[in-house]
């Protein structure tokens, strides 16, 4: 076929053609733009949603441990945003105080306010401070520290501020400490409004009872208090309940009771309502000894350097008239230091000249294991047996004597073990054969100045059986219930005498909840005088 000249072909054709390939183009090229926008969007969405629940998971985990104290600590949480602008905010208060801006200082309290309750909540709901929760309160207090430091509280004002209100806080608390302690003490030096009613009762029966006191004559002459065959203890004590306690703990949980004897020594005061009740009273038929203390006449000031000096009249003004004086500790002051009955531990083998061996007991022990095995412990030639109470670097001898003196560090070692009073074997006539009463008398004549120890009867225990103490286990002797609230329960359980040594005795309001019962235990609650006066 032939074909048509140019001129002769149709332009219609032509041009038709050329739109159909233009709008082919345009939607290729928006076809390519739409795929990859998509494309774009759909990469931003899968990354944004593990990220998003990367974020949920930590923040559940935060929420299940959120602990307050480490989210202060932590430099780009809001708690410690909160936290550090509050203690600004405290500091411009007292200042605002000190220059009569009432209104400021008002106006920072409330935002401190503010400021406690949402972290107080954020605490108790263990949740992070949310964005919205803090920013609020972050802007009005920045506003309101900015408007401070306009008032010309700058930060040298607010550091000599702060300086001066940290001194007078911090007198305070030491007043407030040594105050607590003159309280504590008190109370425990006072007698129970129960115990005293008990011991008037007694004491009444003791008066007007003429049996009871030929009993008491008749028991003076038992020839079991000197027999050596069997296991003796000796108590030195005022308190009359405290040693029923004792006695009764110790019979209790004894194999043989019967062969038992305890040696009390009381004062004039106690004598009559001790007999009185101990009389009265069967204590599964071991032997009781009462004596009085003023019938020890051997026992006076030309022998004993400890009764001349507690009858000084400084060493009373030291215990009674020196309150003023905050540099000696409120312990030290306890009338107990000026009670014979506390001294006479050290002179057993004179009040029991016929013995051999006795267990020392204090007032405030209980005892729960039977005490008899004592008696047949080795002591290797050694006078007392007691449990040391060194651990590390605790109750060694520096801690209880004055080394500065050469007259201590010369004869002794300052990181000997300290040991305790309160159940200690004594070998007596060990003790006779090394006359530790004369080494005793030597180190109280040294200290009559009181530079070498402070007070109490440790100190000079320490000084007079140096060399002379066999450690025992530990668990027969284990202490602090009388101010150690975290004694572990295995040890309490598995000791033979626990001891209440401290302020917080059992037999006081102020005792630990928690070991109380121990004592309670061994208290015949059921005394028709016990009841009687147990609503006093």
């Not at 759909?42 to 990367?54: A, C, G, Y």
């Not at 019938?295 to 400890?306: Q, V």
């Not at 267990?359 to 050694?382: E, I, R």
């Not at 300290?418 to 159940?423: E, N, P, Q």
Request: aromatic fraction near 10%; glycine fraction near 2%; charged fraction near 20%.
């Amino acid at each position: 076929m032939r074909r048509r000249a140019a001129d002769h072909r149709r332009p219609v054709r032509r041009r038709l053609k050329c739109w159909i390939c233009s709008l082919l183009g345009i939607f290729l090229i928006a076809g390519f733009i739409l795929f990859v926008v998509h494309h774009h969007h759909d990469q931003e969405d899968h990354v944004e949603q593990p990220i998003l629940e990367r974020e949920s998971r930590n923040e559940e985990v935060v929420r299940e441990h959120l602990n307050l104290t480490q989210e202060i600590s932590s430099a780009n949480s809001y708690a410690r945003q909160l936290a550090e602008q509050m203690t600004l905010a405290k500091a411009y208060v007292v200042i605002a105080k000190e220059h009569n801006n009432l209104h400021l200082a008002w106006e920072l309290s409330s935002k401190i306010r503010s400021c406690q309750f949402l972290l107080s909540k954020a605490a108790m709901k263990e949740e992070p401070i949310s964005v919205n929760e803090a920013e609020p309160i972050i802007q009005s207090l920045s506003s309101l520290i900015f408007k401070a430091q306009d008032a010309h509280y700058d930060i040298a004002t607010t550091m000599m501020t702060m300086k001066s209100h940290i001194q007078a806080l911090e007198e305070r608390a030491n007043a407030a400490s040594v105050q607590s302690m003159v309280f504590g003490q008190l109370t425990a030096e006072s007698l129970p409004k129960n115990l005293h009613c008990l011991e008037i009762k007694l004491m009444a029966d003791w008066l007007a009872k003429k049996s009871l006191q030929d009993f008491a004559d008749e028991r003076k002459n038992s020839p079991r208090v000197v027999d050596n065959n069997l296991y003796h203890f000796c108590i030195f004590s005022d308190n009359l309940l405290a040693v029923s306690a004792v006695i009764n703990s110790t019979v209790s949980n004894a194999d043989h009771p019967k062969q038992l004897v305890f040696h009390i020594v009381t004062d004039a005061i106690h004598y009559g309502m001790m007999q009185a009740w101990f009389l009265n009273n069967d204590f599964k038929s071991s032997t009781v000894e009462i004596q009085n203390i003023e019938d020890l006449t051997w026992l006076n000031s030309s022998y004993s350097p400890a009764l001349k000096q507690l009858r000084e009249v400084d060493s009373r003004n030291y215990y009674f008239d020196g309150s003023e004086d905050i540099s000696i500790e409120p312990k030290f002051r306890n009338p107990k230091y000026i009670s014979l009955l506390n001294h006479l531990r050290f002179y057993v083998p004179e009040i029991y000249p016929q013995l051999e061996k006795i267990v020392f007991l204090d007032d405030d022990v209980v005892v729960q294991k039977d005490l008899t095995p004592l008696f047949s412990l080795n002591l290797h030639g050694n006078v007392n047996g007691a449990v040391e109470t060194c651990l590390e670097a605790f109750h060694r001898y520096y801690e209880y004597l004055n080394f500065s003196d050469p007259l201590i560090s010369s004869r002794f070692d300052p990181q000997a073990c300290g040991w305790a009073f309160g159940m200690n074997v004594f070998d007596l006539m060990a003790w006779r054969k090394a006359n530790v009463t004369s080494r005793y008398h030597y180190w109280l004549e040294q200290n009559a100045d009181r530079t070498l120890w402070k007070l109490g009867t440790l100190p000079p225990g320490l000084l007079a059986f140096y060399g002379l103490t066999e450690p025992l286990d530990r668990r027969w002797h284990v202490l602090g219930l009388g101010y150690d609230v975290s004694v572990d329960n295995r040890l309490i359980e598995s000791a033979a005498v626990i001891h209440f040594n401290g302020n917080m005795k059992p037999w006081l309001k102020l005792g630990i909840t928690r070991y109380r019962p121990l004592w309670e235990w061994y208290v015949n609650q059921t005394h028709p005088y016990l009841r009687d006066c147990a609503t006093h």
